[in-house]
């Protein structure tokens, strides 16, 4: 028993030891950038690292309000950011309830090629995405951004492995009273869904919240940037102001990371039960 008793306080011990080390890992680059955003920029540059500032330097957030319309960024991306996640979230639960629940011809083939999708990288379907938004005059518009990601099939994967582990007899009992498919997904499924739609929801908000890529190619204009596409502009192309940078990647965090911190049960309770039921 002692034998035992040792080696489960060693690989617990180890275990503990491991996850440290990566907690550390992530939260050092946190640190940092919490750091430079209030050094000066000779303070960025000291050598041997200059960890902390010898005086903390508000003056870097006024210069990234004053080289960039912030307050313009930050609203274009909680308008973005909001209309996917909710459009998302209704798309994808209404096609997780129908590859759940309804029997239909061709329903795994056509799971099959949705899921395939993921395999798919973003830069194969950029240049015909682009084309076809450019026919539609839709470039710089909020359209661009936000309808052609109405639906995701990671969302829909991981919203139809949680309607598969509800009970069978809450949807058979509804239909015996008469209620439609509608009612059902709307009255009993959602309900029941909150917290892996609310998992889903961090997963959605911070894949739009941080997305570079596609508001990058589908807007010119400045008023029409998201937070991603405005701190890139910070970067120099001989030169960068670190502490400007990190001061506007600060602000750009803060939220994610509160919204993390409110919503982490949800996200961690609906990983795990996701998983439950293939």
């Known amino acids: 028993m002692k034998k035992i008793h040792i080696r489960t306080i060693g690989s617990t011990s180890l275990i503990y030891f491991v996850l440290c080390i990566g907690a550390f890992i992530m ?4 640190v940092w950038m919490t750091s430079t955003a209030f050094k000066t920029f000779q303070e960025t540059l000291a050598i041997p690292i200059k960890w902390f500032p010898s ?6 957030f006024r210069e990234v309000f004053n080289r960039l319309n912030f307050a313009q960024h930050y609203l274009n991306t909680i308008i973005v950011t909001v209309s996917i996640t909710v459009l998302q979230a209704l798309f994808c639960s209404m096609a997780a309830y ?4 309804i029997k239909f011809p061709g329903r795994g083939v056509l799971f099959i ?3 395939s999708m993921l395999m798919i990288p973003q830069q194969m ?4 995405s682009y084309i076809l938004l450019s026919r539609l005059r839709w470039l710089d518009t909020y359209f661009a951004l936000i309808i052609p990601n109405l639906f995701s099939a990671y969302g829909t994967f991981f919203l139809r492995q949680y309607f598969l582990s509800l009970p069978a007899e809450l949807e058979e009992a509804a239909i015996i009273d008469g209620t439609s498919r509608w009612g059902i997904y709307w009255r009993i499924f959602l309900p029941l869904s909150t917290t892996a739609l609310a ?12 997305d570079l890529m596609w508001p990058l190619i589908m807007t010119r ?5 998201v937070l991603s596409v405005g701190i890139s502009t910070l970067v120099g192309q001989h030169g960068t102001r670190n502490n400007w ?4 990647s600060m602000l750009a965090t803060a939220p994610m990371i509160i919204l993390f911190m409110f919503l982490q049960k949800q996200f961690i309770a609906g990983i795990t039960i996701t998983g439950m039921k293939a």
């Open 27 to 30: 939260i050092v680059p946190f």
């Open 199 to 210: 998992a889903f929801g961090v997963f959605t908000v911070l894949w739009s919240w941080n």
């Open 113 to 115: 090629v949705l899921l």
């Open 221 to 225: 204009r400045e008023s029409m940037r």
């Open 125 to 128: 379907t950029l240049l015909p």
């Open 245 to 248: 940078l990190m001061a506007a």
């Open 55 to 60: 005086k903390l330097q508000f003056d870097n």
């Open 98 to 101: 129908g590859f759940a629940r």
